[in-house]
């Protein structure tokens, strides 16, 4: 059972703070060939090609198409807040405020993309009598963005390559032609879309605000009780703009301007209620809570599109053979979802604790009959050993040492809704015969789970909280092992299950069990030289992860995880192939293909193995994969586990200096023990596709046999880069990297100015910092980042994407910042 407090004002002076950063973000992303580069690799490819034949390359253009699509970035962040106490002398305050104010504006590193925020916040206590005190809370943001979608409509063909780098782009192309408003020729070969032309004839505005209220009234009763009562209520509304105009570059033309409009509107109602017993007996110290939570929100979207629209602006009107449609409209009132929860905490003289807690809770939305309420326990000791009379003669040393222990079960109802009901949506009316009437169809959306249930993920935690030499040096040391019983998960459907649409083409379950334990430690040490205070503080956390059982599913075995990339239905290197193997006995999306044993040197090697590759005879250059005894044929069947996204150790390591009036604070970061599959090394080694149709980097002049090459480290991309023997479309241990890096993930240097220059002019604090980010990695993974975010790739919010790194993948970035603190 979590409280969450919030800002209030103690002081009955209003104290003033304004924060101020402003700061340039640079994006980390890959650097293209250039003319020259992409000439002589399309020569070597294709010695009787267009660019090795062609006399007049010198008059060809040569596009940067990565500065093209980013530049540096810019953020600025104000944020001013007042806070303070009021009431008469002599006696307690009557009332506390807080307040405060936030504006955020951000033009993001890729092109037309920003965004802008607005924020207010207001908590507030009235005590009203001795007994009697009430307050509220007040937060509301409105934000405004320009995202980095390409695609307007989610049903588009028309969609550039995304995001890190464009690969889908070649030099040899200008953005922009001749005359105003046109773009640059197609080159010989070049079918693809111009990203520029893309993103600059469309026009994209999403506004959403969003308001949290909550007012609360607390009561003293006798016997030392307090009844607390909280009405909250949220309006979440969205509106968003889209414009697509008519155009015509490279390899495609959009004829019709089309204009996009949504609204979303999410309203929901809270009410909490609890009843507190605190009081003191002797040395036994008891407070018992119990409550009441009762939540209900209502959902209302309208999604709609015109076509063959003027001007191109928001406000429009249509044209002659305009089309409107209206889809994915819906109303839906959510039912409640309830909770009862209670709390007991007892500690003896401060030195023995005991807390028990339980909560049932009832999700009405995403569980059926039978399975809405989940019910989940908790405990907890501790023992401050440091207060006995024998460890103070024993260990003078140590001022603080607690032990403690802790079991208690959490529920997890992270699913869509209504998964335990069959789903269905009109589609496009159709004719069943020809010249028939048409009729308006309905698909089935979603297969009916009526037994999915509520997640629990239950936790044993041991440890000790110390502190020695006067609390110079402090350390806690945690075990713990947390079982997930029942783990909700989207499981992946065959084409053969007629779903083959990405956004149902899964079936919601509870699949088993997983394990992951571990230790947490923390080391740290804070002391002063002179002037000069420091503190050092280094964590650390080994965990491994465990599948302990997979239920509910065919072969008790998931296959999942991607690394699609480019427009749809175009073929990837590894488009529609599976990377990741869920079984019971390893850990959970392990990296799963062919085992690479090396790269052929010869063409007599291959013939002496006698084992064909995908039914083709390898030669020098191809990847030699591992075949399982009894094979002559390597295919899929021979993919095994080739690598662990989960790291061993996970680390960090913060310095805090101050001398005088200045600060210093770094923070380190880093992960040991970990393999990352490195899926965009197809594209930065290789080509998506040849005849000048695509782009790579500087590390495909290292492919065996390309050129003057003889075999190298890389192997061979095939005459005309087709790839014939799969060397970059089967995922294999060849693009499986060593992961660990130590990042210094952030740097500040602060100045804080003397109470004598401030008093002048009024201001009781006054801070100037400098600050960067990211700002160097020490790794041997060949990608440009081993620190992955989670992929969009994944319909179970990454699980089985987790170490995959791939194109589309959103850069990283490194950004540096100054700021001014003020208080007065």
Known sequence: VIII???????RKPVINLTSRYGITKPIVYKLLDKSDFIKLQADLNPVGYYATNTQTDTLPNTDWVKELYKNGVEQNYNLSISGAAGPDGVAPTVNYYMSGVYNKQKGIYLNNSSELYGYKLNTDFKLTSRIKVGETLDATQRSTSPVDYAIDPTSSVLSPRFNAPFLTVPTMAVYGPTPGSYGASPSGYTNANPIAQILSKTRNITQSNIQANVYAEVKLPLSLTFRATLGYT??????????????????TVTLAKLFKDFVSYKSLLNAYTLAHDKSYGNNNLNVLVGFEQYQGIYNAVYTSETNVQPAQYAYFPLSGYITNIANGGYDPYPLVQSYFGRINYNYNNKYYLSVSARSDADYIKFGAGNQSGFFPAASAGWKMSDEPFFKQALPKINFLKLRASYGTIGNSNIGTYKFLSGYSSNMAQNFA?????????????????????????????GVDGEALRSKLFFTVEWYD???????????????????????NTFTSNIGKVDNKGVDIQLGYKDHVRALNYTVTFTGSFNKNKVITLD??????IKDGHNDYGPPGSQGPMNGEDLTYTAAGYSFGQ???LKVLGIYQTDQQAIDRGITQFGKTPHAGDLIYYAKPGHTDVTELDDTVIGNPYPKFTYGFNLNLSWKGFDLSALFHGV?????FNGVAPYSEGLFLNNGNSNTTSKVFGASNLGTNGVTGQPELGPDATDPNGNYRHPSSYFVENGSYLKLQNLQIGYTFSNRLLAKARIRNARL???????????????????LGSSDQSSNNGTTNRGIDGPYKYPSVRSYSAGLDLSF
């Open 769 to 787: 910092f400098v600050m960067g980010n990211n700002l160097f990695t020490i790794t041997k993974y060949t990608g440009l980042d081993p620190e």
């Open 482 to 504: 947390k079982v997930t019983h029942g783990m909700l998960y989207n499981i992946p459907l065959t084409p053969s299950s007629g779903f083959n649409n990405p956004s149902f």
């Open 5 to 11: 407090t919030t800002k209030k004002g103690l002081s």
């Open 672 to 676: 040991q023990g970990v393999q990352l």
């Open 552 to 557: 509910g599913i065919n072969g008790a075995y």
């Open 591 to 593: 990296f799963y293909g």
């Open 235 to 252: 309006i979440f509304n969205e509106q968003g703009n889209s414009f697509e105009a008519p155009y015509t570059a490279a390899g495609e």
């Open 434 to 462: 020809p010249g028939a009437t048409p009729i308006l169809t309905n698909t089935q959306t979603n297969i009916a789970n009526p037994n999915v249930h509520w997640e629990t993920n239950s936790e044993v935690n041991i």
